[in-house]
């Protein structure tokens, strides 16, 4: 003799407990992808866009197409760099700096 599914199923009292339990692991499975994928690429791009503030003549920076010079000239106006690359000078967006290699020696202050 077998016994239809319904039959199995329990009173829909204890069904509240199943349901808190599920929800318990929703939070969890949500606060995991927080810790482990959304809070640290937040603070990296805080990162990146902290060294993008600070760049100035004379450092030397890699662009994310894989170009390799050294800043000339910072137009803070229209958000835009002139770096010196071997012997051509180009226009960049600031966006595009992916690192700066090494950082322009600042003078002493007397």
Same mark, same amino acid.
């Given at each position: 003799?077998?016994?239809?599914?319904?039959?199995?199923?329990? %009173?829909g009292?204890? %069904? #509240?407990?199943?349901? %808190?339990?599920?929800?318990l692991?929703?939070?969890?499975?949500?606060?995991?992808?927080?810790?482990?994928?959304?809070?640290?690429?937040?603070?990296?791009?805080?990162? =990146? +866009?902290?060294?993008?503030?600070?760049?100035?003549?004379?450092? +030397?920076?890699?662009? %994310?197409?894989?170009?390799? #010079?050294?800043?000339? =000239?910072?137009?803070? @106006?229209?958000?835009?760099?002139?770096?010196?690359?071997? +012997?051509?000078?180009?226009?960049?967006?600031?966006?595009?700096?992916? @690192?700066?290699?090494?950082?322009?020696e600042?003078?002493?202050?007397?």
């Amino acid at each position: 003799m077998r016994l239809p599914i319904f039959a199995m199923i329990g %009173s829909g009292q204890q %069904s #509240g407990g199943a349901i %808190s339990v599920f929800i318990l692991q929703i939070a969890a499975f949500i606060a995991i992808f927080y810790f482990i994928l959304i809070r640290p690429q937040r603070q990296q791009a805080k990162r =990146h +866009e902290e060294m993008l503030k600070q760049v100035k003549r004379g450092d +030397e920076i890699v662009t %994310s197409g894989g170009i390799v #010079g050294e800043v000339v =000239h910072v137009n803070v @106006k229209d958000n835009r760099l002139t770096i010196k690359s071997g +012997e051509a000078k180009l226009v960049i967006e600031r966006d595009r700096i992916a @690192k700066v290699v090494t950082r322009a020696e600042e003078p002493a202050a007397p």
